[in-house]
């Protein structure tokens, strides 16, 4: 009687664990007038520096992808609305979007050394998000604060959770 509760309990662990995944969103809400769901889920791609963060953003049917990306040193320069990204999901499709407004640097301080910081927004559509979604991001090229491309191949645990958040972008 025992062994076989223990068997059940185990038998339950393993369904829960293969089963349900934890969803980790930096904003998870249903706004109270028009009762969209807003989520955002935010991923560390690299780092210490340069580090690159994406997020995922849902706001009701308007979908979009946050590139969060910095660098050691002092930089001025603007990256410009319409910069573009081209990633490649798991399913092999080529995706690009546009930035959809200018990226100002922001300089941090880091005990003593500068950090050059950018937030670039792009649009993303509900067909891309659910292509991640099924397959993950393998590889992203973004137009860097340096004024030339940034190529990242994604390492396979990151793909994995690439995909992950963005199922939980549909929960």
């Known amino acids: 009687m025992v062994i076989r509760g223990l068997v059940s309990f185990a038998m339950l662990c393993i369904t829960l664990t293969s089963t349900s995944q934890i969803c980790k969103y930096v904003v998870n809400e249903k706004d109270p007038i028009t009762d969209d769901i807003i989520r955002t889920i935010k991923?560390?791609?690299?780092?210490?520096?340069?580090?690159?963060?994406?997020?995922?953003?849902?706001?009701?049917?308007?979908?979009?992808?946050?590139?969060?990306?910095?660098?050691y040193g002092e930089l001025d320069n603007t990256i410009q609305k319409g910069s573009e990204l081209v990633m490649r999901t798991g399913s092999g499709n080529v995706v690009r979007m546009e930035s959809i407004e200018k990226a100002e640097p922001e300089i941090i301080d880091d005990f003593g050394s500068k950090i050059t910081r950018y937030n670039i927004i792009f649009r993303m559509t509900e067909e891309t998000m659910k292509d991640i979604a099924e397959s993950g991001i393998v590889f992203i090229r973004i137009k860097e604060m340096k004024n030339t491309f940034s190529d990242q191949e994604i390492p396979t645990a990151l793909v994995t959770i690439s995909k992950e958040n963005a199922e939980c972008i549909f929960k």
């Open 43 to 71: 991923t560390r791609l690299t780092g210490p520096t340069p580090f690159y963060y994406f997020s995922y953003i849902r706001n009701g049917s308007d979908y979009r992808f946050e590139v969060e990306v910095g660098d």
